[in-house]
């Protein structure tokens, strides 16, 4: 099996009941076999039930652990696209109270094409790039979306441990729409392959700077 980010031959790592996964040697991407991927009507069916409420204090709480520290490398003014905003986009209401000038994309919810045609000072993923069914595809994507110097926010979670038992028991991998999973590795693989800084603020949070 090749790997989804990095091509590079990728070896069974783990199943459960429902699927089977890989992780590259190369860059220690852990990915959803192919087979077991859902349609996108079905992709679509289970994003349709997320409530995202611009209102929720908590949902706010949850998103200032990207926003915080990424607004402290921004100023006011500053254009930004929310990529993967999903069905009710908050992030960019919160970024537009702190001065910044907003747009969205999301496959599903916001598809303007357009919006993908410029460049921003900083681009916003949160809780998405688990979702990418060919990485090597959408990364290019999202890193062309940013001016030089400008700065890539991801929030999703990494996968610390080592062995297959600790994956297994492992919650996030559980979401039939989650089929990207990355590591430490992975993100300083992706730093390197696209040139880009990288600031980890935590296990969900990491932010790249591009050169």
Not at 92 to 117: C, N, T, V, W
Request: aromatic share 14%.
């Amino acid at each position: 099996m090749l790997c989804t980010l990095c091509a590079s031959t990728s070896f069974p790592f783990c199943d459960d009941k429902n699927r089977k996964y890989f992780r590259c040697p190369e860059c220690d991407l852990i990915f959803a076999d192919r087979e077991t991927r859902l349609l996108p009507n079905e992709e679509k069916a289970i994003y349709d039930y997320h409530e995202n409420d611009p209102n929720d204090t908590q949902y706010r709480a949850f998103l200032s652990q990207l926003s915080e520290p990424l607004l402290e490398k921004l100023v006011p003014g500053m254009s930004g696209l929310d990529f993967g905003s999903g069905p009710g986009p908050v992030l960019h209401l919160m970024l537009e109270e702190q001065g910044m000038k907003m747009s969205i994309y999301d496959i599903f919810y916001a598809p303007a094409r357009e919006q993908l045609d410029r460049q921003y000072d900083f681009v916003t993923s949160t809780e998405v790039v688990e979702h990418f069914y060919e990485p090597a595809a959408t990364w290019p994507e999202l890193v062309s979306l940013v001016k030089p110097n400008g700065w890539i926010g991801i929030m999703t979670s990494l996968f610390t441990q080592e062995t297959a038992e600790r994956f297994k028991l492992w919650n996030y991998k559980n979401d039939p729409t989650h089929v990207s999973f990355y590591t430490p590795k992975t993100m300083n693989w992706i730093a390197t392959h696209f040139q880009l800084h990288l600031e980890v603020i935590s296990n969900r949070i990491m932010l790249f700077k591009k050169g």
